[in-house]
């Protein structure tokens, strides 16, 4: 019996702009995982819902950010671009997993507790049990490995979990239906149906900070603009925006060790060194010594020469929404046809067919 086949699934929710932190967490690197593996980008637009976006705010949002990920460089021909929502199964399997998952287990998630905030009881079901679709979202293509953010690392253990207790809970009816593949529990080699997923979290800039304050995420939903940098910022904006940038009255250390009380210096070599493609010690090495006057005009330089030629494309792309939307329904049907090969076999695990 052969392993899981490597698959790569990510995405990302039609929200507000997408920021430098989307791009350099996520995006980047799914472009950057084309060349290795075969990949599936979705626009998550059903969990977009659980903040109750203005419907053409959602319908534009979609577009927007299949947009983006076409003008960051993925290829819908080779790979899987579409929108959740046009592929049914993932609800299906997301209601198979909320019947899995336990609410002690979605009780500890901070990003329902922070989205939730002090009153909970009027946090809609959807904002609770977003893991279990997430969850749902990889398992359907038994995904193997998952780019994403630091902020999404939680989410991600809630996936292994889930399919964990699935495998459990179902492994003689998984076995007597010949649908086992051997996974890795601990030092234990046991047949499971879904993959134990592997969260892709690495390189210097897994989590970069507001340019106001560098110990809170930059966010779309930051109320501040001058808090991120958009992807469709314009040169100018982006220039401003880090000119703005909050920083403290210390010249650039020349070690990365003189970085860690700094957290605006080091958010700010963090995303030169991401935009770079090297380390923050190689950045250290070129500017340690020196003062923000001099790092940030050569940030904002090399922000707006990775930037505009991105932006630019995905403004082309917008005013040809109707070349958007067939790219998203051709993958949306290749989509469907491996989502419902999973969804039949879970049927016939759980008993739903015979
Ligand atoms: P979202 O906009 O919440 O759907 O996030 C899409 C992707 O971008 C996820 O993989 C997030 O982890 C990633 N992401 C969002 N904000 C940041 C940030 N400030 N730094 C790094 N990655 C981020
Ligand atoms: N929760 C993710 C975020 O906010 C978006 C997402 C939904 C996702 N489903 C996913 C990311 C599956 C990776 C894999 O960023």
């Known amino acids: 019996m052969s392993s899981f086949e490597p698959l790569v699934f990510s995405g990302v929710q039609p929200t507000g702009n997408l920021t430098l932190g989307n791009y350099l967490g996520a995006i980047r690197k799914f472009v950057a995982l084309q060349e290795s593996h075969n990949c599936i980008y979705c626009v998550v637009d059903l969990h977009a819902l659980t903040v109750n976006p203005k419907p053409q705010e959602l319908i534009d949002g979609t577009r927007s950010i299949a947009a983006a990920f076409l003008a960051a460089g993925i290829d819908p021909v080779k790979h899987i671009v579409f929108n959740q929502s046009r592929v049914y199964q993932h609800a299906e399997l997301a209601w198979i997993f909320n019947c899995v998952a336990r609410m002690g287990w979605l009780n500890r998630m901070t990003q329902f507790k922070e989205k939730a905030g002090k009153d909970r ?26 780019p994403v953010g630091e902020d999404q690392k939680q989410h991600l253990e809630l ?150 030629p991105i932006a630019e494309e995905m403004r082309r792309l917008m005013t040809d929404t109707a070349h958007i939307d067939s790219v998203l329904a051709n993958g949306a049907e290749r989509a469907s046809v491996l989502a419902e090969k999973t969804l039949a076999d879970v049927k016939r695990i759980v008993g739903l067919l015979a």
Do not use: C, W
Not at 221 to 226: F, K
């Open 121 to 146: 009881e009027n946090a809609s079901v959807g904002l609770f049990a977003y893991p279990n679709l997430m969850a749902a979202d990889i398992l359907v293509y038994r995904g193997t490995h998952v």
């Open 159 to 308: 996936a292994r979990d889930i399919a964990q207790k699935f495998n459990n809970d179902y492994s003689e009816r998984i076995g007597d239906l010949g649908l086992g593949v051997p996974v890795q529990v601990g030092d234990e080699t046991v047949n499971g149906f879904f993959p134990l997923t592997e969260p892709l979290i690495e390189g210097p800039a897994t989590r970069i900070m507001s340019l106001r304050d560098g110990t809170k995420k930059m966010s779309k939903s930051d109320p501040s603009d001058l808090s991120r940098i958009n992807l469709t910022d314009t040169a100018d904006d982006i220039a401003k925006k880090i000119r703005k940038a909050k920083t403290d009255p210390e010249a650039l250390p020349s070690e990365t060790a003189g970085l860690a009380e700094r957290p605006e210096a080091n958010n700010l070599v963090g995303i030169y060194a991401a935009l770079a493609d090297t380390t923050k010690e190689a950045v250290l090495n070129e500017f340690g010594g020196q003062q923000f006057s001099a790092f940030k005009p050569a940030l904002a330089d090399l922000a707006v020469t990775k930037l505009s």
